[in-house]
């Protein structure tokens, strides 16, 4: 029979409305963190990235928040559209583990509803 | 501008056979990554190149695993004997820095399936 797999979380958002996707990050020497976009049998999309030097960075339509005292990430998604809808994962850099090691979060499932 | 390209798409074998996944990273990308992710595991991340160069390979799960990366626009994995458990998503992705504060851009993976 079939494995257990993971069981991502999941996020349902009215289309037109904003979404806030989170996660926690595991190591607080971290230093660079990227969000990823994964759709259906496509590979990891990057699309936006933040220093821990900085704690907003925006996109377009996207932002990004960092609060490194309680080691949380978020993806905010403003007007989110059908597009939007797939697996959001963040990643995080954990020095001095390697020149580009990034560790990657399970993910979250995103499903903007019509 | 062309990606990061992978072949193939799908792969289906039996279990004992041989398998190579290939990889074209980003023109001008100097590092280059192959993840493998299953349902159970998730984005596990199994060996780094910088400028050609195996950096840490302590992701590969066995001997049976090894990879290669003779120039700096192509490289394979190599996976022998396959076993069913290998089943997954492998994915390569490319970076232009060995910084680890470059994005890795990623291809559309090889899903392979051993039956």
């Known amino acids: 029979g079939e494995s257990v797999g993971l069981h991502l979380p999941t996020l349902s958002v009215q289309e037109g409305d904003n979404s806030i996707i989170n996660c926690a990050y595991s190591?607080?020497?971290?230093?660079?963190f990227i969000w990823y976009k994964q759709e259906s049998g496509k590979g990891p999309q990057f699309i936006i990235d933040?220093?821990?030097?900085?704690d907003k960075r925006q996109g377009q339509r996207v932002t990004v928040l960092l609060n490194k005292t309680v080691k949380h990430l978020s993806l905010q998604i403003a007007a989110t559209q059908p597009g939007d809808s797939a697996v959001y994962f963040c990643?995080?850099?954990?020095?001095?583990?390697?020149?580009?090691?990034?560790?990657f979060g399970k993910g979250t499932h995103l499903i903007i509803q019509p | 501008d062309a990606g990061v390209i992978q072949s193939p798409r799908h792969e289906v074998t039996e279990m004992g056979q041989e398998v190579t996944l290939r990889c074209k990273p980003i023109s001008g990308h100097n590092s280059l990554f192959w993840y493998r992710q299953t349902m159970m595991r998730g984005l596990e991340l199994l060996i780094y190149?910088?400028?050609?160069?195996?950096?840490?390979d302590s992701g590969m799960p066995e001997d049976r695993f090894s990879a290669k990366m003779p120039n700096a626009s192509f490289s394979t994995l190599k996976i022998q004997p396959s076993e069913p458990r290998d089943s997954a998503v492998y994915f390569c992705?490319?970076?232009?820095?060995?910084?680890?504060?470059?994005?890795?851009?990623f291809g559309d993976g090889t899903r392979l399936s051993i039956l």
């Open positions: 190149f910088n400028n050609n160069v195996p950096i840490d």
């Open positions: 190591n607080s020497a971290s230093d660079y």
């Open positions: 933040i220093r821990s030097n900085m």
């Open positions: 990643a995080e850099n954990i020095p001095p583990r390697g020149a580009d090691g990034l560790t």
């Open positions: 992705a490319s970076s232009l820095e060995g910084t680890g504060r470059q994005p890795q851009h």
